[in-house]
């Protein structure tokens, strides 16, 4: 069974701060996804890695794959309050018939 | 591109009835749906796959005749919460895929709210 470790499971910060958020595995993915849930919704895709040591920037949000494809981590610069939300990591290797979720970090960025 | 649409979005129903929930590819045929049940700022929780013609393979722990799931076609799968009780209450959310998810994103459905009492 594959497993994916993500913390902080709460991070609760003011706005302006930089904040990281982990996902991490002893397993290979081949690739991962990141989503950002906001309450009363469905999970929007923020961006998907599939290269080991792959970075990716979305505005103020960066990803990072991690060079064996085992972990991930998103890290926000300069945090707002609409960045506040739900964000989910997951991953999916070759011929899976699911993907694998994290626990989730729950972001509430104050004003 | 890449809509679902999952229907309704709450409901509210008295314990011992059934309630049915649609979940709908607009815009692309999935080759494979998936419904979840998540919890107050908790993770989703993978409740069973669904493809098209063929049963659903449920999670361990799910009951499969108490959570029917029927994929009709490449662009609609509904789940039938049936017998609710208050236990049932929770937030349903489905996701279809439209190729392997190795590759290709999850899209997901806006959740259902079900209140049962």
């Known amino acids: 069974t594959q497993l994916l470790e993500q913390s902080p499971q709460f991070l609760s910060i003011q706005e302006g701060e930089n904040l990281t958020v982990y996902c991490n595995s002893s397993?290979?993915?081949?690739?991962l996804q990141w989503y950002r849930q906001e309450p009363g919704e469905g999970p929007v895709l923020l961006v998907t890695?599939?290269?080991?040591?792959e970075v990716k920037k979305l505005k103020r949000l960066t990803f990072q794959f991690g060079d064996a494809r085992k972990d991930s981590s998103l890290h926000i610069t300069a945090a707002q309050p609409g960045d506040t939300g739900l964000y989910l990591c997951?991953?999916?290797?070759?011929?899976?018939?699911?993907?694998?979720f994290g626990d989730g970090t729950t972001l509430t960025v104050k004003p | 591109g890449a809509v679902v649409s999952q229907h309704p979005s709450w409901v509210i129903c008295k314990s011992g009835t059934s309630v049915k929930i649609e979940c709908r590819s607009l815009?692309?045929?999935?080759?494979?749906m998936f419904w979840y049940r998540q919890f107050p700022k908790q993770s989703l929780m993978l409740m069973a796959t669904?493809?098209?013609?063929?049963?659903?393979?449920?999670e361990q722990g799910v009951e499969k005749d108490k959570f029917l799931i029927n994929h009709a076609s490449l662009t609609l799968s509904t789940l039938t919460v049936t017998s609710a009780h208050p236990e049932d209450s929770s937030f349903y959310i489905c996701?279809?895929?439209?190729?392997?998810?190795?590759?290709?994103?999850?899209?997901f459905g806006n959740g259902t709210r079900l209140t049962v009492t």
């Open positions: 996701s279809a895929s439209r190729g392997a998810l190795w590759n290709t994103p999850l899209h």
């Open positions: 397993s290979v993915f081949s690739s």
């Open positions: 890695v599939v290269t080991g040591g």
């Open positions: 997951a991953g999916a290797s070759t011929n899976a018939g699911k993907s694998t």
């Open positions: 815009d692309f045929q999935a080759t494979t």
């Open positions: 669904s493809n098209e013609g063929s049963k659903a393979t449920y």
